[in-house]
């Protein structure tokens, strides 16, 4: 098999793109570097800089690359950006995706991973969310997400293709220094910016119904991420008609501020965090049932958060060698 990787430059596809090349398959990765870095791709890998929007380019790729999978991972995934451009949000995320499924349906390609999220479930009111709770997103980000699952599996359905939808729950950390997040939109470099700073650390909301008052959350090392792709690209490639819907956590809530607590041990900053009133839309408990894809794909993460913390702030020392402590 040779998999197009689209998005491959950026943070989670780099890790996924490692991860298909440590496993022994082939990767071409396909990114327009809007937030990807050709850097991140490993030696010997062909990037091809484009947008899934440009369907003659993606007619040249696939066919000169002869390939037989796609991972898409290629997306903009800002909850408050899509707030407030969400005509961009649906063009690049679900029209993106329809055109770039329509060539995989012309070039013959068998196989087709779908970069999902848990904001598909939006505010789910149950102690474990498992893939058969209801979706109901709660943001342009998430709608476009639920969007791009249906199209992924009636197009399965259509075309024969073996389609695997991966909903991501809450991702950190990095295998190697050099392929870190750059981004500041997640809790951990959130945090790791404020501390930089000499900033106190922010929580939003500590009255949720939870047990220290604020919002839990399932974290995922990236590296396991990774991981769960490879297998779930075997997976697809061996038994075609295959619709595969899994959840991509580890089922252990961490609350926010056992987050900041043990960021704060793990960096060397001792800055208490400081109370600021809740987000509107922040779900009280997102916690995944990781049963199904034990069961289907017989993957389990190996990290655990502490590996996620370090290997966090190791990338980001690198980035910002001021805010190591000794
Ligand atoms: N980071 C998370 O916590 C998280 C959680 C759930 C789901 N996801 C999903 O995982 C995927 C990857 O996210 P990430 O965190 O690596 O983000 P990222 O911004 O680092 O990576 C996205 C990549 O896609 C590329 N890209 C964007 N639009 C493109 C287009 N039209 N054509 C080609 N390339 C394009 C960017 O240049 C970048 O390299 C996204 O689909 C995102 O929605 C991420």
Redesign the pocket.
């Known amino acids: 098999m040779t998999w197009l990787i ?2 491959g ?5 780099a890790h996924v793109v490692r991860a298909m090349i440590e496993a022994g398959e082939q990767a071409v990765v ?7 870095i050709t850097e991140r791709v490993p030696a010997g890998v062909p990037v091809v800089r ?4 440009d369907r003659p380019k993606l007619d040249r790729t696939l066919a000169e690359h002869g390939i037989t999978g796609v991972v898409h ?5 800002q909850v408050g950006e899509s707030v407030e451009q969400p005509l961009r949000y649906y063009h ?1 995320n679900v029209e ?1 995706l329809r055109v770039l499924l329509e060539a995989v349906v012309e070039a013959g390609v068998s196989s087709f991973v779908f ?5 598909v479930y939006g505010m789910p009111d149950v102690d474990l969310v498992t893939e058969d709770t209801p979706c109901a997103p709660m943001n342009p980000y998430g709608e476009t ?1 639920l969007a791009g699952e249906w199209l992924v599996r009636a197009v399965g359905r259509t075309h024969g293709l073996s389609t695997a939808c991966l909903r ?1 729950f ?2 950190a950390g990095a295998a190697t220094p050099e392929l870190a ?1 750059t ?1 500041v939109f ?1 809790i951990v470099p959130m945090v790791f910016e404020r501390l930089t700073r000499g900033e106190p650390p922010r929580i939003f909301g500590a009255d949720y119904p939870t047990p220290d008052g604020t919002c839990v959350r399932d974290y995922i090392h990236v590296a396991d991420l990774a991981d769960a792709h490879v297998v779930a690209a075997r997976k697809l490639a061996t038994a075609p008609g295959t619709d595969l819907t899994v959840n991509i956590g580890r089922g252990e809530g961490v609350s926010v501020r056992a987050m900041i607590d043990l960021i704060n041990e793990v960096t060397g900053y001792d800055i208490a965090p400081q109370v600021d009133p809740r987000r509107p839309g922040d779900p009280a408990r997102v916690v995944a049932s990781a049963d199904r894809i034990s069961a289907e794909l017989d993957w389990k993460s190996r990290h655990d958060v502490r590996a996620m913390v370090t290997s966090a702030w190791e990338g980001w020392v690198r980035l910002h060698p001021e805010a190591a402590r000794d």
Do not use: M, P, Q, R
């Open positions: 689209t998005g430059a950026g943070y989670i596809g396909f990114d327009d570097l809007s937030s990807g484009g947008s899934v929007l991972l290629a997306a903009h995934k690049e993106g970069s999902s999220s848990a904001a997400k991501y809450n991702v997040d981004g997640n």
